[in-house]
């Protein structure tokens, strides 16, 4: 059984989002502010696949929770939930680690959907066989199959689950010019939509790989299509 911890304030939410995902099968722990979903995720031994964190909370919001709990876990699939639609909620909720957002007011269907593909996302790199003797050298880049690990100049960068299998896709796709879809469908599936959740995270890997994340060397743009991988002629 899959493991939820909701962090929401308002009761009546809770307690809907609850109801729901333990009649799809999921064990779930509820809480209602951000000080108390750090401290059962503390003493959970952060034993969760999923927390589902509202943004807009008296005293730690969403934001930081988020972000405490990727620093503790590179793991844990996060979700999101807000009563604003502005891009910009969307975006920082990426950027601090989140994998997925879902606005308010939402129906059990997509609370489900959501729920259920992060949860795959998670299982596929927790659970997934690897090939153990592989690891996958691009210029400065070391990529180990094994522990599912990324190096440069032998220095380990520290990537979510999503931005390690976004690299991966690359290191597999060297020098080849991949549109937004293939990646959106790659990492996340079929069944997801909404390419901004693809160059967020594209931003978040630049700023954590390149020396000039505003100048990027090995993640280039190409413009009204997607991104490519490459090393610069003297890394080779």
Known sequence: MKRIIVCED?????????LNLNRSGYEVTDVCCGED???AFEEHNGEFDVA??????PGIDGFEVCKRLRQMSD???????????????KVSS???GADDYIT?????TELIARVDAVCRRVSMTVDRPLDLSSTIVSGPFLLDLKSRTVQKNGVPIDLTQNEYQIVEYFLKNQNIALDRTSILRSIWGDDYYGEKIVDVNIRRIRMKIEDEPTSP????TIWGYGYKW??????Q
């Open 217 to 220: 060397k090995y993640i280039t």
């Open 10 to 18: 308002e009761a009546s939410i809770r307690e809907f989002i609850v």
């Open 75 to 89: 793991k844990i699939g996060i979700i999101m939930l807000s009563a604003k639609s502005q891009e910009m909620d």
């Open 230 to 235: 490459s090393v610069p002629e003297e890394q």
């Open 52 to 57: 589902l964190l509202d943004i807009m909370m």
């Open 104 to 108: 308010k007011p939402f129906s059990v």
């Open 94 to 96: 990426l950027m601090m």
């Open 37 to 39: 979903a750090i401290k």
